[in-house]
C-alpha cells in the first residue's frame, strides 16, 4: 500500500460523529452564550500592556502640562532669586509706575520679604550690600541717578560712586542713610533692577555705648573728688600723685567721649553698598506665561522620565525572573505534552 | 492528491452554526488522538462546553472557527491524557494495563488500522489534522503550537512509518 493508497483510504473514512454525540452537541451550543466578561477581563495579555503605555505616557503628559499651567512660577522660583523677584515685581513696578528700565525690578518682592531693620531705641550698626542689574546702559545710568536721589531723599548722603559703562556697564556707591530708615532705603534701592544678591548685616553697640556711659559716670565722680582734694592743704608729694592721676582720669575720660561719639555716630547712620550692572548676554530673563508654563511642563516631564526609569530599574530583576519563569514553565509544558502525546 | 486545499467554510455567526460545520472535525481529532470512541465523544463534549463559555473571545480575523474549536479539543484532549497518565501510574502498581481497542474508526482496512496503533498520539494528531481533516500546514501548526516545517517533518515521518508498518509482512 502506497502513501497515496493510505490518504485515500484515511480521507474514504473520515470518522462522523454519532447522532447522540451531535444531538448533545447542538443543544448545548444553542444555549445562549453566557454574558461576556467585564471589559477589564477581556483585556487581557498585551492588549492590556499596550493600552497601559499609552494611557500611563497620557497621564504623565497631562500632569505635566496641567503643573505647567497652573504653577508655572515654580520654574522661576527654583532657576534663581532674581527671576522670581523680578516676575513678582514687574505686576508692582507697573502699579507703582516705575519708569522703563526698571519696569522689571523686584519691589513687591521685596516689600513681601522685607531686610530686617534696627531695634527703634537700641544703638545699633547697620550695612547692607545690594547687587542688582539692570537691562542696559540706560537702565544702569537711570538706576543710578535715582539711587543717589532716594539716599537723599532718605536724608542721607552719598558717600562715594563708581561708574563704568563698556561691554558691561557698572555702578558702585556707598550710600549713608539715616539707621532708621535703612529698610526703606534699601527696599527702595531693590525697585531698581533685578536683585542678584544681597546681605544685610546688624550689630548691636547699645551695650557697648551703656559700659561707655557707665564709664564716664565713674571717671567724672573721681575727677570732681581729685578736684576737691586738691583744693585742701596737702604735702608736696601727695598733691603731685593726685594731679597725676586727675590728668590720667581727664584724659581717658576725652578718650570715651569720642568713642560715644564715634560709636553713636555709627549706629546713627547705615552704610548700604549698592552695585548696579547691566544684565550679561543670554542671562535668564523671565519669558512670557506660556513660556515659563511650556519650561515647568517639560521639567515636570523630565522628573517623570526620571521617576519612571527608576522604577523600571528597580523592576528589571523581577521582569527577569518573572520571564524567566514564564518561559521555564513553557519549556516544561512543551515537554510534558511530547511526554504525554509521544508515550500514547 | 493534494494536502494542501482547506476546505472553504463560512465564517459562522453562532456556535450553533459552528459546532454543525465542524463537530465532525473536532471529533474525527478527538478519535484519532485517542483512540477510542467513547472517550472522543466525551472529550468532544467537553470541548463545545468550553467553546460556549469562550465564545465572546472567538475573533474570526484571528483564525478560523474550525482552527479555534480543534485547539480547543486539544487543550482538552492534554488534560484527560494528563489526568490518564496519573491514573495509570495509581493502577499499575495493583492491576495489569488495560488493552487498548484497535479498531477505533470504522471501515478502516485492518492492517492501516493495526498501523495507526503503532504511531504515537503526536504522529497521529498531525495525521488527523492534515491529511484526514485537510488543514494547510498554517492551521495545523497554530492547532499544534509549532512551526509549519515541524509539521511537515511530522506529518512525513508519520506516512513513511505507516507505509512501512502497512507493506511489511
Do not use: C
Request: zero cysteines.
Amino acid at each position: 500500500m502506497t502513501v497515496s493508497e493510505i490518504v485515500d483510504e484515511l480521507r474514504a473514512t473520515r470518522p462522523r460523529a454519532g447522532e447522540a454525540l451531535r444531538l448533545q452537541v447542538l443543544t448545548l451550543a444553542s444555549q445562549p452564550v453566557p454574558t461576556a466578561p467585564p471589559a477589564r477581563d477581556r483585556l487581557r495579555g498585551r492588549l492590556r500592556l499596550g493600552l497601559l503605555v499609552p494611557v500611563a505616557a497620557g497621564l504623565a503628559v497631562a500632569t505635566a502640562v496641567a503643573i505647567g499651567v497652573t504653577r508655572p512660577q515654580e520654574t522661576a522660583r527654583e532657576a534663581g532669586p532674581s527671576s522670581a523677584t523680578a516676575e513678582r515685581a514687574a505686576d508692582a513696578a507697573t502699579s507703582a509706575g516705575t519708569p522703563p528700565g526698571t519696569a522689571n525690578a523686584p519691589s513687591a518682592a521685596f516689600a513681601q520679604k522685607a531686610p530686617p531693620g534696627t531695634t527703634p531705641g537700641r544703638a545699633q550698626r547697620y550695612v547692607a550690600s545690594l547687587t542688582l542689574s539692570v537691562e542696559d546702559a540706560d537702565a544702569l545710568s537711570e538706576a543710578t541717578q535715582r539711587a543717589l536721589a532716594i539716599a537723599r531723599d532718605l536724608g542721607g548722603f552719598v558717600a562715594s560712586v563708581r561708574y563704568a559703562t563698556g561691554d558691561e556697564g557698572t555702578a558702585s556707591m556707598t550710600l549713608r542713610v539715616p539707621s532708621a530708615r535703612a529698610t526703606d532705603a534699601v527696599t527702595r534701592l531693590s525697585a531698581l533692577g533685578t536683585i542678584v544678591a544681597q546681605n544685610v548685616q546688624i550689630d548691636d553697640l547699645q551695650e557697648s555705648l551703656d559700659a561707655t556711659g557707665r564709664r564716664i559716670e565713674q571717671l567724672r565722680a573721681r575727677i570732681a573728688v581729685l578736684t576737691e582734694r586738691l583744693g585742701t592743704d596737702l604735702d608736696a608729694a601727695t598733691r603731685a600723685r593726685l594731679q597725676e592721676e586727675r590728668s590720667r582720669a581727664q584724659a581717658e575720660l576725652q578718650q570715651l567721649r569720642a568713642s560715644r561719639a564715634a560709636t553713636t555716630a555709627e549706629a546713627r547712620l547705615a552704610t548700604i553698598q549698592l552695585d548696579l550692572r547691566t544684565e550679561e548676554r543670554g542671562a535668564a530673563v523671565p519669558g512670557s506665561r506660556i513660556d515659563r508654563a511650556l519650561d515647568r511642563a517639560l521639567e515636570v516631564l523630565a522628573w517623570e522620565a526620571v521617576g519612571a526609569l527608576a522604577v523600571a530599574v528597580a523592576l528589571a530583576p523581577l521582569a527577569l525572573v518573572a520571564a524567566a519563569v514564564w518561559a521555564g514553565r513553557r519549556a516544561h509544558r512543551r515537554r510534558d505534552e511530547s511526554r504525554l502525546l509521544g508515550a500514547s | 492528491m493534494t494536502l494542501e486545499q482547506p476546505l472553504a467554510t463560512a465564517a459562522p455567526r453562532t456556535l450553533a452554526e459552528a459546532a454543525e460545520l465542524h463537530l465532525d472535525d473536532v471529533f474525527g481529532y478527538l478519535l484519532y488522538l485517542t483512540r477510542d470512541r467513547e472517550t472522543a465523544e466525551d472529550l468532544a463534549g467537553s470541548t463545545f462546553e468550553k467553546a460556549l463559555r469562550l465564545w465572546g473571545r472567538f475573533d474570526p480575523r484571528r483564525g478560523t472557527a474550525r482552527t479555534w474549536l480543534l485547539g480547543i479539543a486539544r487543550t482538552t484532549a492534554l488534560d484527560w491524557f494528563r489526568a490518564e497518565s496519573r491514573r495509570r501510574r495509581r493502577e499499575e502498581s495493583v492491576a495489569p494495563p488495560e488493552r487498548v481497542e484497535e479498531a477505533f474508526v470504522e471501515g478502516l482496512s485492518p492492517e492501516l488500522e493495526a498501523a495507526l496503533a503503532t504511531l504515537s498520539a503526536a504522529e497521529r494528531e498531525v495525521l488527523v489534522l492534515r491529511v484526514v481533516l485537510e488543514l494547510d500546514g498554517d492551521a495545523t501548526a497554530r492547532v499544534l503550537g509549532i512551526s509549519p516545517t515541524a509539521v511537515s517533518t511530522r506529518l512525513s515521518r508519520a506516512l513513511k512509518r505507516l507505509e512501512e508498518k502497512v507493506t511489511a509482512p
